[in-house]
C-alpha cells in the first residue's frame, strides 16, 4: 500500500473537501482518503494499481489544482493574492468617496449630472475589482457549478458579486435607481483580505509543525582531507561531517570525536542539553550547544529519525477525526440551504414590500453573511493547532481522535519504569570491611577502576568527587562481570560479588557493587535508582486531572514497592503480558478508560487492548510503532502536557464552534429582515473566519508543564 | 464644481500610477519576509566559510 501526500491550494472549505472525498472515491484501488482543510492536504491510501499522478488528475479533474505536498507554492499564491488585494483596496477608497458624496447627494440634493459622473467614476474604479481582483471567486465558482456535485463557498461569493455588479451596471447605464459599487469592492476587498490572513495563518501552522524546513540545507564534509560543502540531499552512510559550533546536526550519525554537547528539543521537546561521548548515536535537528565536532552519518538524510517524525505528524494531521467528517457534511447541505434562503427573502420582499431595491439588498446580505467558513474550520483549525504544540512538546499524535480519547482517560498503566526512575544510578551507602581502607579511599579506588567501564552502575561513581588518586595498571573489563586491574603488586576488582569476590553469594542484592584487594572485600556499595526529579511533579499533575497512574513491572515486588511508595502511585509487579492485559481488561469491565504507556514495539497486544495508546520511543523504532501517542523522551510531563492540551483543545473547539453557530444564528434573520447593511455582512463573515483560526492558534502558545493564565481560567 | 470633471480624471490616473507601483513592489518581492532583515545580524558574513 502507497500513501500521497497531496496539497490542494484552492481547496477553501468543507464542501471543497467532501467534494474531493466523492471524487476519488470513483478511482479504483483508493483505500481510504483524509483530507485536512485546514492545512488543504489530501492524504490517499492506496494500492499499486495506480499511481500519485492518477491522484492529482483526479483532483484536478474535479475542478482543483492539485500539488505534490511540499511542492505547493504558498508564496506564489500569497503574491497574486497581495496584488488582487492591494487593487481591490486602492479601487475601494475611490469608491467609497463616490459613495459619500453620492449618499450626501440623496439627502441633500445634487444635480442629476454630478450625480452621473459619480456613478460612472464609481463603474470605473469597480471594473478592475470585478476583472482582476474578484476573478478567484468567478473562477472557482463556476468550476464547482460546473460538476454539480457540491456547491463550494465561492458560489454565493461570486453570486453575491455579480448580481450586486449586474443591478448597478443596469442602473448607471439607465439612469436610474441605486448603485451598490461601494458594496461590490469592500466585499471584495474584505474577502480577500480574510483570504490573505487565512493562509497566512495555515502557513504559520505549517512552518511550526514541519520540522524538515528548519534543517540545514548544506553540510560540511571531510573528503580525502578537504572540507567541502555539500547539499544534506547528497549526503550518504559513512560520510565524515563537521557540525560547527551552533549549527544544526544534518543527518543521523554517531558521534568521532571525544565529547559533545547537544541541545535536542526538537527531537524529544526535552531542553536540557544530553553530554555524548565518542560512539553515541546523534540525531538530525539536534543543535550543537559545544565545541564543533566530527560525526559519522549513518543514514541517508531522508531515512533519519526526524524524517519519521515529520512523515507521522503529517498523517495524523491530515487523518481528520469524526468530528471534522461530521462538519463536512454539515456544510455540504449548508450551501444550498444559503441559495434556497437568498432565493426566499429575495421573493417575500418582493411581494411584502413590492420594492425589488430592498429585496435584492436583503438577498444580497444573506448571500454573504450566512458562509459556513467559520463553522466548517472551528474543528481542524483547533485539532491542527493543538497537534503541532503537542509536537513542540515531544508528543506525536499518530491518529486525530486520540485528543477526543484523552479527555475520558483516568487510569493510567505506566510499563515503561524509566519514565518513572532516573537510569542514572546512584550509591545509597558504603560499608567498608577494612580498618587500612577507609570509605573516601574505596571510592577513589572505585572511581578509577570504574572509569574503565561502560556500565550504568560506573557513571555513579564518576560523579563522586575523589580525595585520592590511584595509579592503576593491566586494566581489564569482563562483561557482565566488572574491572580488574593492579594497584602496584595487588589485584583489584569492582563488580558483582561472584566477580569481585569470587563467591557464591546467594543472599547479596543485585543492586550492590563489591570492591576487593587481591580477592579479600574492601567495600560494598548499596546502588539504587533514582526517582526522576519530574516524575513526582508529573504524578501530581495527573492525579489533580483525576488520572490514577499505576506502575506495572515486571521486576521484583520490593523494588516496585519502594519506588511507587515514593511517588504514591499503586503499583503492580512480576506482570506478564497476559496479566497486564488481564488488569487492563478487569479496569474496563469496571468502566474506567485506560491509556498504557508501554514500550512501543514489544507490548503490541496489551498496548492494543488498552482504550488510549502511549509508547515512549526511540530512533529508527518510531515508523514500527503501533501506538496512538508516541513520546518522544523517556519522561512521564509530556503526557501531563497530552492531557493539558486536550482539554484546552476541546474548550477552544466549543467556542470555535458555539461562536460560529451563534454567528449563523443571529446574522441570518438580521440579514434577511434588510436590518443589516451589505458591508457589515461582509465585515461579520470575513472577521468569523478569522477569529476562529486566531482562537485556535492560541494553543501554539500553551506553556510546557504549567498551564497559561488562558488556559489555566478555560479548563476551570 | 466643474473642476471635478477635470479633477476626477486626474485621480483616476493617480490611482492608476499607485496601483501600478503596488503592482511592481509585489513582483520584486518588495513585501518578502518582512521581518527577515532583522535577523541578518545573525547570519555570517558570506566568504569567511572554511
Known amino acids: ?716 | 464644481m466643474e473642476v471635478l470633471i477635470v479633477l476626477i480624471p486626474v485621480s483616476m490616473i493617480l490611482v492608476g500610477i499607485g496601483a501600478a507601483l503596488f503592482i511592481w513592489a509585489v513582483n520584486n518581492n518588495q513585501f518578502e519576509q518582512l521581518d527577515k532583515h532583522g535577523f541578518d545580524i545573525f547570519e555570517e558574513d558570506s566568504g569567511d566559510q572554511s
Not at chain 1, 471524487?23 to 483530507?35: E, K
Not at chain 1, 429582515?673 to 458591508?679: A, I, K, R, V
Request: negative net charge; contains cysteine; aromatic residues 6%.
Open chain 1, 1 to 716: 500500500m502507497t500513501i500521497s501526500t497531496i496539497s490542494v491550494s484552492d481547496m477553501h472549505c468543507a464542501a471543497c473537501a467532501s467534494k474531493i472525498r466523492s471524487a476519488l472515491a470513483g478511482l479504483q484501488d483508493v483505500r481510504a482518503t483524509h483530507i485536512n482543510p485546514v492545512r488543504r492536504q489530501v492524504l490517499v491510501e492506496h494500492g499499486d494499481a495506480i499511481g500519485t499522478l492518477d491522484i492529482l488528475s483526479t483532483i484536478e479533474s474535479a475542478g482543483f489544482t492539485p500539488t505534490l505536498a511540499g511542492l505547493d507554492d504558498h508564496d506564489a499564491r500569497q503574491r497574486s493574492l497581495l496584488k488582487r488585494l492591494g487593487v481591490a483596496g486602492l479601487a475601494m477608497m475611490q469608491v467609497m468617496m463616490a459613495a459619500v458624496a453620492l449618499y450626501a447627494g440623496h439627502f441633500e440634493g445634487m444635480e442629476a449630472a454630478y450625480t452621473r459622473l459619480l456613478q460612472y467614476t464609481s463603474l470605473v474604479f469597480t471594473i478592475p475589482v470585478i476583472c482582476y481582483s474578484a476573478m478567484p471567486f468567478f473562477t472557482s465558482a463556476l468550476g464547482s457549478m460546473r460538476r454539480g456535485t457540491a456547491l463550494s463557498m465561492d458560489v454565493p461569493v461570486a453570486l453575491a458579486i455579480a448580481i450586486a455588479f449586474a443591478t448597478s451596471l443596469y442602473h448607471t447605464l439607465t439612469g436610474t435607481g441605486e448603485v451598490y459599487y461601494d458594496s461590490v469592492v469592500m466585499f471584495t476587498f474584505l474577502l480577500l483580505g480574510a483570504r490573505y490572513i487565512g493562509n497566512r495563518l495555515q502557513h504559520r501552522f505549517d512552518m511550526t509543525s514541519h520540522l524538515l524546513s528548519a534543517l540545514p540545507r548544506t553540510a560540511t564534509v571531510e573528503r580525502q582531507e578537504n572540507r567541502i560543502s555539500v547539499p544534506v540531499s547528497a549526503l550518504v552512510a559513512g560520510d565524515m561531517i563537521w557540525v560547527s559550533e551552533g549549527a544544526q546536526v544534518p543527518v543521523d550519525g554517531e558521534l568521532d570525536t571525544q565529547t559533545a554537547a547537544l541541545d535536542e528539543a526538537l527531537l524529544t521537546g526535552e531542553s536540557d542539553w544530553v553530554h555524548k561521548t565518542a560512539h553515541d548515536s546523534i540525531f538530525a535537528g539536534t543543535l550543537n550547544r559545544g565545541a564543533a565536532f566530527r560525526m559519522r552519518a549513518s543514514r541517508a538524510f531522508d531515512q533519519s529519525r526526524i524524517a519519521d517524525i515529520a512523515q507521522l505528524a503529517d498523517q495524523a494531521a491530515v487523518k481528520d477525526a469524526p468530528i471534522t467528517r461530521l462538519t463536512d457534511r454539515v456544510a455540504g447541505v449548508f450551501i444550498p440551504a444559503v441559495l434556497g434562503l437568498a432565493a426566499f427573502t429575495f421573493l417575500a420582499w418582493q411581494i411584502l414590500s413590492a420594492s425589488p431595491e430592498r429585496a435584492l439588498v436583503a438577498a444580497l446580505t444573506v448571500l454573504v453573511v450566512s458562509c459556513p467558513c467559520a463553522l466548517s474550520l472551528a474543528t481542524p483549525a483547533a485539532l491542527t493547532a493543538a497537534m503541532t504544540r503537542l509536537r513542540q512538546l515531544g508528543v506525536v499524535l499518530t491518529r486525530g481522535d486520540a485528543l477526543e480519547r484523552a479527555l475520558q482517560v483516568d487510569r493510567i498503566y505506566v510499563d515503561k519504569t524509566g519514565t518513572l526512575t532516573d537510569d542514572r544510578p546512584r550509591i545509597t551507602s558504603v560499608t567498608c570491611f577494612e580498618p587500612a581502607w577507609p570509605e573516601a579511599d574505596c571510592l577513589g579506588l572505585a572511581a578509577a577502576l570504574q572509569r574503565y567501564s561502560s556500565h550504568p552502575y560506573a557513571r555513579a561513581f564518576q560523579a563522586v568527587a575523589t580525595v585520592r588518586t590511584f595509579e592503576l595498571t593491566n586494566v581489564t573489563t569482563v562483561t557482565g562481570g566488572g574491572v580488574a586491574g593492579s594497584l602496584s603488586a595487588h589485584q583489584v576488582r569492582i563488580g558483582s560479588a561472584a566477580f569481585a569476590l569470587d563467591a557464591d553469594t546467594e543472599d547479596a542484592a543485585d543492586q550492590a557493587v563489591f570492591l576487593s584487594l587481591d580477592g579479600a572485600p574492601l567495600a560494598r556499595f548499596d546502588m539504587t535508582n533514582r526517582i526522576r526529579p519530574d516524575a513526582a511533579a508529573a504524578v501530581d499533575a495527573l492525579k489533580q486531572r483525576g488520572i490514577e497512574p499505576v506502575m506495572l513491572s515486571g521486576d521484583s515486588t520490593e523494588r516496585c514497592a519502594e519506588t511507587a511508595r515514593d511517588l504514591g502511585i499503586g503499583f503492580l509487579a512480576r506482570q506478564t503480558p497476559e496479566a497486564k492485559l488481564a488488569a487492563i481488561r478487569a479496569d474496563q469491565a469496571a468502566g474506567r478508560t485506560v491509556l498504557m504507556l508501554g514500550d512501543g514495539i514489544n507490548d503490541v497486544p496489551v498496548l492494543a487492548g488498552a482504550d488510549l495508546s502511549a509508547a515512549v520511543v526511540e530512533a529508527s523504532e518510531l515508523v514500527k510503532s503501533k501506538a496512538d501517542v508516541l513520546l518522544l523522551s523517556r519522561r512521564l510531563a509530556p503526557l501531563v502536557d497530552l492531557f493539558r492540551v486536550a482539554a484546552a483543545t476541546r474548550h477552544i473547539t466549543h467556542q470555535n464552534l458555539i461562536w460560529a453557530a451563534l454567528y449563523n444564528l443571529t446574522a441570518i434573520p438580521v440579514a434577511a429582515l434588510g436590518l443589516m447593511p451589505p458591508w457589515l455582512a461582509a465585515l461579520g463573515m470575513a472577521s468569523s473566519s478569522i477569529l476562529v483560526m486566531l482562537n485556535a492558534t492560541r494553543l501554539l502558545a500553551a506553556a510546557p508543564g504549567t498551564a497559561p493564565d488562558g488556559v489555566a481560567e478555560m479548563e476551570a
